[in-house]
């Protein structure tokens, strides 16, 4: 298989931040610096990042965290802020990454894996995989302002179009499938209305849980996590096990 992809199933790093590694140096095969897309045998070669010996994991792990505002999406952040790793145990913390992103002042689902396939998955725009946020607008949405979203705006030259948009209670419910870095704020800040707060709710059939407070997590199935990516017809939605930090 390819290299990114074998650092991918071994729980190194998605398959994006494994072809990161393999460009900076850091990864080397069988004591030769390793090249994006060669192959490698998992039984035959020796791969090493850092020095260390890298072996496929033959466990997959997958967990859902309520991020809360004021963390960063990321391992290390070179201003000192809190990040999302702060929030999980030790043992996790090197084991799994986190799907995709939310901003510093965002919050809501985050799922974490080592599950490379499934990162693609649910992250790559060619899936069509939805993320449904709940928006809190500074002001009421007008007739206009609400039509305008519903139609789409411009954002960098390029016309974005949400799948949906839904208002309940005052909560805009925004719906999209590409999920552009910052994309919903800037949907906002393009018809003139800004954001108290903003949390993402659905991932696929993934829920938010209802009960799960910002700041805890849950370990998730298989089973859930392919109801995210929406191969598990026989549930509209995933379940996860009551259980949590």
Excluded at 99 to 123: I, P, Y
Excluded at 214 to 238: F, V
Aim: glycine share 10%.
């Amino acid at each position: 298989m390819r290299i990114q992809k074998f650092l991918s199933h071994a729980g190194i790093a998605s398959r994006r931040h494994a072809e990161a590694l393999i460009a900076s140096g850091r990864v080397f095969v069988n004591g030769a610096r390793a090249l994006v897309g060669m192959q490698v045998d998992s039984e035959a070669d020796t791969v090493q990042v850092d020095g260390a010996i890298v072996r496929p994991s033959a466990v997959r792990t997958c967990i859902l965290l309520h991020k809360p505002r004021g963390y960063v999406t990321t391992r290390h952040d070179p201003e000192g802020r809190k990040t999302v790793y702060d929030l999980l145990p030790p043992a996790l913390r090197t084991a799994v990454w986190p799907v995709g992103r939310l901003d510093t002042e965002s919050e809501g689902l985050l799922l974490f894996t080592n599950d490379g396939d499934r990162t693609l998955a649910l992250t790559h725009p060619r899936y069509g995989i939805e993320k449904e946020y709940a928006v809190t607008p500074a002001q009421r949405l007008t007739g206009p302002q609400l039509a305008a979203l519903r139609r789409g705006v411009r954002i960098g030259g390029e016309r974005v179009v949400p799948v949906a948009v839904a208002i309940h209670r005052g909560v805009v419910h925004v719906t999209v499938r590409e999920g552009k870095k910052h994309e919903v704020r800037k949907m906002f800040a393009a018809i003139g209305v800004p954001i108290t707060c903003l949390r993402r709710i659905r991932m696929g059939g993934l829920l938010l849980p209802g009960d799960l407070p910002p700041g805890s997590w849950r370990p998730l199935t298989i089973t859930a996590l392919e109801c995210a990516l929406g191969t598990d017809a026989a549930s509209p939605h995933a379940t996860v096990p009551p259980e949590r930090a």
